[in-house]
């Protein structure tokens, strides 16, 4: 059964912007969650990090200063919200909920004129 569910994917011109989601269907609090992304024909990468309390996040080169991570506990929801979407960024978004160790399905999202 899911646990993790990403929602927010979509179709984006350059330029755009996405914010995805990400919560439980279990009702466990996320902690620590991370944000991968896996392009066709490559390995998954890490996007970012946030921590339990917000307090503290961390983000590839790639996305920083374009992508930021928040989140609103009494949601139970983590987001990725994503500016200024170029090309590259085109992949499968995925969600980790890094103290079970559950990934979501993924979102894809495309960013092509």
């Known amino acids: 059964q899911v646990q993790v569910v990403e929602s927010g994917g979509g179709l984006v011109e350059p330029g755009g912007f996405l914010r995805l989601s990400c919560t439980t269907t279990?009702?466990?609090?996320?902690?620590?969650v991370r944000w991968y992304r896996q392009a066709p024909g490559m390995q998954r990468e890490l996007v970012g990090h946030i921590s339990t309390n917000g307090l503290a996040s961390e983000y590839a080169r790639s996305v920083k200063g374009r992508f930021t991570i928040s989140r609103d506990n009494e949601k139970n929801t983590v987001y990725l919200e994503m500016h200024n979407l170029r090309p590259e960024d085109t992949a499968v978004y995925y969600c980790?909920?890094?103290?079970?160790?559950?990934w979501g399905r993924g979102t894809q999202v495309t960013v092509s004129s």
């Open positions: 279990d009702g466990f609090k996320l902690q620590i």
């Open positions: 980790f909920d890094g103290y079970r160790a559950y």
